[in-house]
């Protein structure tokens, strides 16, 4: 299959949350056995379906330890579908304009994918390694890296050294903050679950709507876009007690700067509506983001912790708010728990539930590691940017570290403005870029 033709059909498929990754990593199994790659499928079940990761080898040997590289195969929901005005209003349908393809996961991290694949091809022939390169393709990165965890937890790789596929623009990354999402639960009191069901039925109603309009942008990055939710939550701020919220709808995932929020208003004679506790929880998040600012590793942009409220929904007795933080890796752990504690009190004083529904720690390796040096060489090498960068967001290098695996993260592709938000897109020439060095990061550690 031609590769630009590979690329169109790989975005094609929709392997957002809602559809999950299945029928992606059916596609990429096919497309690695048509190169004459060992294609082993690993089944898994997941609470959105059935799943699969993949891990491809050169053979079907297994020895020792290996070189891990590896892409997650989903993607985050495409938002809005108007707002992608580069491929035809369409995300899934991949547009290539000047020399750049666009379309949703084209950066994070799809077309990288087929890129290792085309690699690893070229040395299928290849009898003795002293460490065989496997390329491993995961589900579930967007929620919770579900499939890295099934990877490792069944021991279905070896590796020494993991090189994870991230947008990183060309250049080696090898640190990054963690991670922790959240939910926070908001019920209505029992007269306003009767007076919200009672309205529903009423034949005219007097309420008031209002849409709120941000800019998204990857929820690492806050300070790239503009919160939907955030200008929603301060208009939310200003309301009299007479005034009750009969619907609040906002953002598509917490780990997206939302670019839309819509809120349905009513004036009511009940006492004491959702609004207060909204507003009292919005003020300890504004508490928290405070204090974050007071720590600072300027090697990281942004510099601090950042937190993002990323989806707001309405339903029958409650409100749900998810979000997410990300952590710097000088943070320290008590530091990290008491702000957690911090926001479960605020919640539990006002009724409200809260719940740590993921934590990835952060990661960093050492400048002085034989793979990073390698890594800054080739790159150097390939007249490429040869200093180390520290990315802003968490990827499956939280979990390999951890395990004791030695991982970088590199990748073509813009991170900024560009993932996460409408219109995504790499260069082809960038693409070219990358296989010049993953073909070299083998013959170096792998040869």
């Given at each position: 299959?031609?590769?630009?033709q590979?690329?169109?059909?790989?975005?094609?498929?929709?392997?957002t949350?809602?559809?999950?990754a299945?029928k992606?990593?059916?596609?990429?199994?096919?497309?690695?056995?048509?190169?004459?790659?060992?294609?082993?499928?690993?089944?898994?079940?997941?609470?959105?379906?059935?799943?699969?990761?993949?891990?491809?080898?050169?053979?079907?040997?297994?020895?020792g330890f290996?070189?891990?590289?590896?892409?997650?195969?989903?993607?985050?929901?495409?938002?809005?579908?108007?707002?992608?005005?580069?491929?035809?209003?369409n995300?899934f349908?991949?547009?290539?304009?000047?020399?750049?393809?666009?379309?949703?996961?084209?950066?994070?991290?799809?077309?990288?994918?087929?890129?290792?694949?085309?690699?690893?091809?070229?040395?299928?022939?290849?009898?003795?390694f002293?460490?065989?390169?496997?390329?491993?393709?995961t589900?579930?990165?967007?929620?919770?890296?579900?499939?890295?965890?099934?990877?490792?937890?069944k021991?279905?790789?070896?590796?020494?050294?993991?090189?994870?596929?991230?947008?990183?623009?060309?250049?080696?990354a090898?640190?990054?903050?963690?991670?922790?999402?959240?939910?926070?639960?908001?019920?209505?009191?029992?007269?306003?679950?009767?007076?919200?069901?009672?309205?529903?039925?009423?034949?005219?109603?007097?309420?008031q709507?209002?849409i709120?309009?941000?800019?998204?942008?990857?929820s690492?990055?806050?300070h790239?876009?503009?919160?939907?939710?955030?200008?929603?939550?301060q208009?939310?701020?200003?309301?009299?007690?007479?005034v009750?919220?009969m619907?609040?709808?906002?953002?598509?995932?917490?780990?997206?700067?939302?670019?839309?929020a819509?809120?349905?208003?009513?004036?009511?004679p009940?006492?004491?509506?959702v609004?207060?506790?909204?507003?009292?929880?919005?003020?300890?998040?504004?508490?928290?983001?405070?204090?974050?600012?007071?720590?600072?590793?300027?090697?990281?942009?942004?510099?601090?912790?950042?937190?993002?409220?990323?989806?707001?929904?309405?339903?029958?007795?409650?409100?749900?708010?998810?979000?997410?933080c990300?952590?710097?890796?000088?943070?320290p752990?008590e530091?990290?728990?008491?702000?957690?504690a911090?926001?479960?009190?605020?919640?539990q004083?006002?009724?409200?539930?809260?719940?740590?529904t993921?934590?990835?720690?952060?990661?960093?390796?050492?400048e002085?590691?034989?793979?990073?040096?390698?890594?800054?060489?080739?790159?150097?090498?390939?007249?490429?940017?040869?200093?180390?960068?520290?990315?802003p967001?968490?990827n499956?290098?939280?979990?390999?570290?951890?395990?004791?695996?030695?991982?970088?993260c590199?990748?073509?592709?813009?991170?900024?403005?560009?993932i996460?938000?409408?219109?995504e897109?790499?260069?082809?020439?960038?693409?070219?870029?990358?296989s010049?060095f993953?073909?070299?990061?083998?013959?170096?550690?792998?040869?």
């Amino acid at each position: 299959m031609d590769f630009i033709q590979a690329c169109r059909e790989f975005i094609a498929i929709d392997s957002t949350p809602s559809q999950g990754a299945l029928k992606a990593a059916e596609f990429a199994a096919t497309y690695c056995e048509s190169l004459g790659l060992n294609v082993e499928r690993q089944a898994e079940a997941s609470p959105s379906g059935d799943e699969m990761n993949l891990i491809i080898r050169t053979s079907a040997a297994r020895t020792g330890f290996e070189f891990l590289l590896q892409n997650h195969l989903d993607t985050v929901d495409p938002g809005p579908f108007h707002a992608w005005s580069k491929t035809g209003l369409n995300p899934f349908d991949a547009s290539i304009i000047e020399n750049k393809i666009y379309g949703l996961g084209s950066a994070d991290v799809k077309l990288d994918f087929l890129i290792k694949a085309r690699v690893l091809a070229e040395f299928k022939d290849h009898i003795d390694f002293k460490l065989p390169p496997v390329l491993a393709a995961t589900f579930g990165e967007e929620m919770g890296m579900q499939g890295a965890l099934k990877l490792i937890r069944k021991n279905k790789i070896s590796p020494k050294y993991a090189l994870i596929g991230e947008p990183t623009n060309l250049t080696i990354a090898n640190a990054a903050k963690g991670f922790a999402s959240v939910e926070i639960q908001i019920p209505f009191s029992d007269a306003e679950i009767e007076y919200r069901n009672e309205h529903n039925f009423r034949e005219s109603t007097t309420t008031q709507s209002k849409i709120f309009q941000g800019v998204s942008a990857h929820s690492s990055t806050p300070h790239l876009g503009e919160s939907a939710i955030t200008k929603m939550l301060q208009y939310i701020e200003l309301l009299p007690d007479s005034v009750a919220i009969m619907e609040i709808d906002g953002g598509s995932n917490y780990n997206t700067v939302p670019s839309h929020a819509f809120i349905e208003l009513d004036m009511t004679p009940l006492l004491n509506p959702v609004n207060a506790k909204i507003t009292t929880i919005f003020n300890a998040i504004k508490k928290l983001e405070s204090e974050f600012i007071k720590y600072t590793d300027y090697s990281f942009i942004p510099s601090s912790p950042t937190l993002n409220i990323g989806l707001i929904r309405t339903f029958q007795d409650h409100i749900l708010i998810s979000g997410s933080c990300r952590i710097l890796p000088t943070i320290p752990q008590e530091i990290f728990e008491k702000w957690m504690a911090f926001l479960k009190t605020s919640c539990q004083e006002n009724d409200c539930s809260f719940r740590l529904t993921d934590y990835k720690k952060p990661f960093q390796t050492s400048e002085n590691s034989v793979f990073l040096k390698g890594a800054l060489d080739i790159l150097a090498e390939l007249n490429l940017k040869s200093n180390p960068i520290s990315l802003p967001s968490t990827n499956e290098t939280s979990l390999f570290s951890r395990t004791g695996v030695e991982c970088l993260c590199f990748g073509p592709g813009l991170r900024d403005n560009n993932i996460h938000t409408p219109n995504e897109h790499v260069s082809i020439e960038d693409l070219e870029k990358a296989s010049l060095f993953y073909r070299k990061i083998i013959e170096r550690f792998c040869l």
